[in-house]
């Protein structure tokens, strides 16, 4: 278990207020809500705050809400490109509906987080 990181994903508010302490100077948390709640806010921290289940809702697809946080994440730190992720995919979801739904969820997710206007980088994720 990592008990310092630098990125959260917080899929519910009991998440976000357990983990959110956790999270190293500089890191990065995407929240799944409308707003982050007032209490959780850190001037340290970059906060996003997207509705990824309501978005995976709109798709259809409840269950791709993880895969839209992926892309929102990817989309914030440059860290894997769309292709290298589309071929992680392939490998391991074995199912061509749910791969081509984890592909919309997937690009879903990164125009989501393009919206926010909230600039990550990779140096500043990592300190690089």
């Known amino acids: 278990m990592v008990s310092k990181p630098n990125v959260l994903l917080a899929m519910n508010e009991p998440s976000l207020h357990k983990?959110?302490?956790t999270v190293e100077e500089g890191g990065i948390v995407?929240?799944?809500g409308e707003t982050i709640p007032e209490e959780c806010g850190r001037q340290d921290l970059r906060m996003v705050a997207l509705p990824?289940?309501?978005i995976a809702d709109e798709m259809g697809a409840t269950k791709a809400a993880?895969?839209?946080?992926l892309g929102a994440l990817l989309e914030a730190t440059d860290l894997v490109e769309t292709e290298q992720a589309t071929r992680a995919l392939g490998k391991l979801?074995?199912?061509r509906k749910w791969f081509d739904i984890d592909?919309?969820?997937l690009e879903r997710g990164r125009?989501?987080?393009r919206k926010t206007a909230v600039p990550?980088?990779?140096d500043y994720l990592w300190g690089v």
């Open 19 to 21: 983990f959110l302490p």
């Open 30 to 32: 995407l929240y799944n």
């Open 52 to 54: 990824f289940t309501r």
């Open 66 to 69: 993880n895969i839209v946080v």
């Open 93 to 95: 979801v074995k199912s």
């Open 103 to 105: 592909v919309l969820a």
């Open 111 to 113: 125009e989501e987080m």
């Open 120 to 122: 990550v980088s990779e």
